[in-house]
């Protein structure tokens, strides 16, 4: 028994990974409860181990009594003696119990107790282990996959890779090297679960403190990440040292790092811009690769802004489905309208005068209506408006339109939230429902334009790749990008 159980000592601590101290407790526990189904009490059993733990024995402590009236806890003066002649009634005596006295139900009870306390134990050491790493990069492997969730091989545990935290473009196969951020570590009956993500923006910031040691030792700092996983990422960086380019520090000699960190997001583009404390600088660099002639600020209550290109640079400040100028949005916590030079020049500036008096006399213009985004409305929390947009809620109407089930289901949003931003919205934008008869009534007027243009056959032609369109679009059915007809709307 004491060779089996040293056995069993050893194989917990390697196997396991137990603490050698937890897994002593372990095995006394099992013995007292095995000794306390066998006698009806553990208050008198001892549990001992030698100093190289190669053994474990009880006892059971016995006081020395003339005349016993409980077998279990006393034991008679004669019977003592021949244990011990030095024995005296009042004395305690250690009885040594051979487990084998042990019937079939009491160790059928302490294996259950001991395997019970060996998971628990293990349960609750893994947790304290992965918990701390929360926010922490991990490698695994891919196992198996089950409606869309991939189950991950961590070593000690297994991980879950949900659908929703996996990038578009990413595709595995079984055994793949999979590296991932540790988002969540909960305890439950089943076991531990450890959730992983590769959409998360912290990703992107602990996979750039991997590749660039300036990123780790604080010299060049992340001002912010905003990412559309899979497609796009742009990182705001500063240095905290005039002799060190942030930007130059990241890309690395010849790209090879921000090459590194490309082909561990599975080819996403990633702009690496510098952070500015001034806006117009800030949203210029923002816009990149575009390059930006001028930004005016229209209203910086508001944080709106104008950002003026060459024609040439229009569609790539917009990016494919507006992805370019959402993003800048995004890291900026700016509304930027892009303009080309041309555009900018036949704005009618008479219009911008009378959105100032129609704000003067609390009055809504279709030009505020426009950009009627959740961003524009004062005392938004930032975090809230980056929540919503990875809901792809961007606009007001876009979360009028949504039910209480839908809003509750989004993760991360409480009643709390909820009610902060209902009651911002119904203080600043109360009139659209007001105007909601004219609405309709443009979009009559709007219906019979296109009406009359098709009877006429007019047709007009995307400015990027040639394809046909008309008046009514707002992005080219083609080729996806953004389209504008404002000055046709001012006229």
Known sequence: MASDMSEA????????????????????????????????????????????????????????????????????????????????IGDELLIEIDPKEFDRVAVQ????????????????????????????????????ERNGTIYVDLGKVEGILPKKYQSPREVYRVNDRIKALIVEVTKGPTGLQVVLSRTHTDFVKAIFELEVPEI????????????????????????????????????????????AIIKELEGEKIDILKYDPDPRRFIKNALSPAEVKDVIILDEAKRQALAIVADSQFSLAIGKTGQNVRLANRLVDWNIDVKTESQYEEMDISSESRRAVSQLFGEEGSYEEEFSRIADLPNVKPELVDLLLENDIEYIEDFLALSDEELANIKGLTEQDLAELRKIIEENVEIIEEDDDNYQEEMVQEEAQEAVSEEIEEEYQCPECGAKITLDMTSCPNCGIGLSFEYEDQE
Do not use: M, W
């Open 9 to 88: 000592i050893r194989q917990l601590v390697q196997d396991r990974g137990i603490s050698e101290e937890l897994v002593l407790k372990t095995i006394e526990n099992t013995l007292l409860a095995a000794y306390k189904r066998r006698f009806g009490t553990a208050d008198n059993a001892v549990v001992r181990f030698n100093d190289d733990y190669t053994k474990v024995s009880i006892f059971a402590k016995k006081k020395i009594v003339d005349g016993v009236y409980d077998p279990v806890c006393e034991i008679d003066l004669e019977e003592a003696r021949e244990l011990d002649p030095e024995a005296e």
């Open 216 to 259: 780790y030792d604080k010299t060049v700092e992340i001002h912010k990440i905003v990412r559309e996983p899979g497609y796009r990422t742009k990182i705001a960086v500063y240095s905290n040292r005039d002799d060190v380019d942030p930007v130059g520090a990241c890309v690395g000699l010849k790209g090879v790092r921000i090459q």
């Open 109 to 144: 009870s302490a294996k259950q107790t001991a395997h019970q306390s060996i998971r628990e134990i293990q349960k609750d050491s893994l947790y304290s282990e992965f918990k701390d790493k929360v926010g922490e990069i991990i490698i695994g492997y891919y196992q198996r």
